[in-house]
């Protein structure tokens, strides 16, 4: 050492701590009887750099002789406040749950880092929940406590699994169809509820399906229903009565039509007659030959040309269910020539 150096010594040592004082034992050696120290500074591995400066973490105040073979203790003054400094931690965010997070580590000038602990162990399920981390400091034994937040909100509503859900539809009626399904990013039952329960009747109507996941995230999937009866009834029969007319007295006959029909929809069709054609022509103008008397009755003329082989009237028949899609059939009656 000499006199007006600054003079910088490591010594390599397990953690002690705080400090509180210096002892230095001067052993004889050296360029004097007596050691003269002016402005001790200690400072920790980590704060080397600062040695040099006033950021040191402890010191001496004053000059100090130790004489040869002495030994004196000098009590040191800290630079810092012992303690440390635990920031504000993030708020945990998550959607369907939460683990607990990983510890949280602040640093402090003595003991290094400090890891939290928590009597709290998660997961966290749907709310909002608070972790608190204690930090402890093992050389003072100061405690500093600082709260995180958790917050598990789910906030997404289900997805329809298909992009566009199918039309139903139908001629007659249509039942409800089975619910569409949709996914959801939390787990847990998703609940499918229509807007219309059914049957529904002829006419167009839409079902809006409504998903619902368990924090009642809601989301919707619309879906056509048309229900058209296109089809018309069926005819299976057509007859007269009577169905040949004799003699060829001139004279019009009441003649009844039976028609035997059915429809898909509709169980009891309308039937009618609609039209009655002769073979021949009127054998007086001024006199119709037919005419139509009631919904399936006529009268027609028991006639026939003289020079022909007979007449023969052709009746139509018109069956209309009731969303009127029609379907005719004919039926004939015939006047001989001669029997």
């Given amino acids: 050492m000499e006199a007006g150096h600054v003079d910088h010594v490591t010594i390599p040592s397990k953690d002690l701590g705080v400090l509180a004082s210096i002892t230095i034992s001067n052993d004889g050696t050296g360029i004097g009887p007596e050691w003269t120290f002016d402005s001790i500074k200690i400072s920790s591995a980590k704060w080397m750099p600062s040695i040099g400066g006033v950021q040191s973490e402890y010191q001496t105040s004053g000059t100090t002789t130790v004489g040869a073979f002495k030994t004196v203790t000098l009590p040191l003054t800290s630079n810092f406040t012992p303690g440390f400094d635990a920031p504000s931690l993030p708020d945990v965010i998550a959607q369907c749950s939460a683990p607990l997070p990983a510890a949280p580590i602040v640093r402090q000038s003595c003991a290094g880092s400090i890891t939290g602990t928590t009597t709290v162990t998660g997961p966290f399920g749907q709310g909002d929940w608070v972790i608190p981390w204690t930090f402890t400091d093992s050389t003072t034994g100061i405690s500093k406590v600082r709260d995180q937040a958790v917050h598990v ?11 566009s859900l199918p039309n139903v539809t139908a001629q007659c009626s249509a039942v409800l169809p089975a619910p569409p399904t949709a996914t959801d990013n939390c787990p847990g039952p998703i609940t499918v509820t ?48 009577p169905n040949v007319l004799w003699s060829p007295n001139h004279k019009f006959v009441p003649v009844q039509v039976t028609a035997v029909a059915t429809d898909n929809c509709d169980p009891a069709p309308v039937c009618t007659l609609i039209g009655i054609a002769s073979s021949e022509p009127p054998s007086d103008s001024n006199s119709p030959d037919f005419a139509i008397t009631g919904p399936l ?17 052709t009746l139509t028949v018109q069956c209309t269910d009731n969303l009127n ?15």
């Fill in 194 to 241: 229509p807007s219309a329960t059914g049957p529904f009747g002829q006419g167009d109507f839409t079902i809006v399906w409504t998903f619902a996941d368990g924090v009642h995230n809601l989301s919707t999937e619309s879906q056509a229903v048309n229900v058209h009866d296109t089809i018309p009834p069926v005819i299976s029969s057509v007859s007269a009565s």
């Fill in 153 to 163: 909100h789910d906030t997404m509503a289900p997805t329809p699994t298909l992009a």
């Fill in 325 to 339: 899609n029609k379907t005719q059939a004919n039926t004939t009656v015939f006047v001989p020539h001669n029997q």
């Fill in 297 to 313: 009755s006529a009268n027609l003329r028991a006639e026939r040309d003289g020079t022909g082989t007979g007449r023969t009237y």
